[in-house]
């Protein structure tokens, strides 16, 4: 694996742990930190033994805190269209891998920390975990998809509330809202994120890859997301994965998936 400053990488059962490594930041984005976790992300879609991946924060204070204050005071105009760009891109990575995601909110998810947690699949967040997006606090807004997400996952009045407020929200409270999966305890946390990708990754990879992108493309204003479906389910009937699922069905046994 590439050597990381912010990061730690660990690839266990096919599934890769990417923790964000800055605990006395409260795990805080800076330039550095995107740049890696691109690259990281960019390691889920080529390692053929990467299978799924969890993103947490190091320490039990914080997902991500947000991003980092100190470089943001820095920006002007020109400069600061291309910080928000670079990081939508590498969330956007995120959202459209082919493989599930998932995210281990282990506390604040504030700013950057809950965009990340947005680009996610699935989220599953600890009992002790706050989400907001306070950049109006700042004199700024979300640059990272915030404004996008939060309004897809929890609808247009609640997202204004919270973007314009700059309130947080209780894991409890996020999860029914819609922003978060499950609520558990912290010691408990990263057992569920390895229940449910092994859950998902006992099914069909070219299928699961095909969910997530059709799903993708209820928001993408230039696909007509049924006609994505059709092709996709068209696709999936060219696979030996098909064949095999269909056949174990029939034979009442369970499918054995090869991702082909």
Do not use: W
């Not at 800076?30 to 390691?43: P, S, Y």
């Amino acid at each position: 694996m590439a050597p990381y400053e912010n990061l730690l990488l660990d690839l266990n059962n096919g599934i890769l742990t990417i923790t964000i490594n800055r605990a006395d930041k409260l795990n805080a984005l800076n330039i550095d930190t995107i740049r890696e976790i691109k690259n990281a992300v960019q390691q889920v879609y080529d390692d053929v033994n990467v299978k799924g991946a969890v993103f947490t924060g190091a320490g039990q204070k914080a997902f991500v805190a947000g991003a980092d204050i100190s470089e943001i005071a820095e920006l002007s105009e020109v400069n600061a269209r291309s910080f928000a760009e670079r990081g939508q891109e590498v969330f956007s990575m995120i959202e459209r891998c082919n493989k599930p995601i998932v995210a281990a909110v282990n506390g604040f998810a504030l700013g950057g920390g809950c965009e990340l947690a947005m680009a996610c699949h699935i989220r599953v967040a600890s009992e002790n975990a706050r989400f907001g997006q306070p950049e109006v606090n700042l004199g700024l807004i979300p640059g990272y998809g915030g404004t996008q997400r939060l309004t897809q996952l929890i609808g247009k009045s609640k997202a204004m509330e919270l973007l314009m407020t700059a309130d947080m929200v209780s894991a409890e409270e996020a999860r029914q809202l819609g922003l978060v999966n499950y609520v558990v305890p912290q010691e408990q946390l990263m057992a569920k994120c390895q229940e449910l990708l092994e859950k998902i990754m006992g099914k069909a990879p070219l299928a699961i890859g095909l969910v997530i992108e059709c799903v993708n493309a209820v928001y993408d204003k230039d696909e007509n997301g049924f006609q994505t479906e059709a092709n996709s389910f068209a696709r999936c009937c060219t696979s030996e994965d098909f064949v095999e699922g269909t056949n174990a069905f029939l034979e009442k046994r369970r499918a054995v998936f090869k991702g082909l």
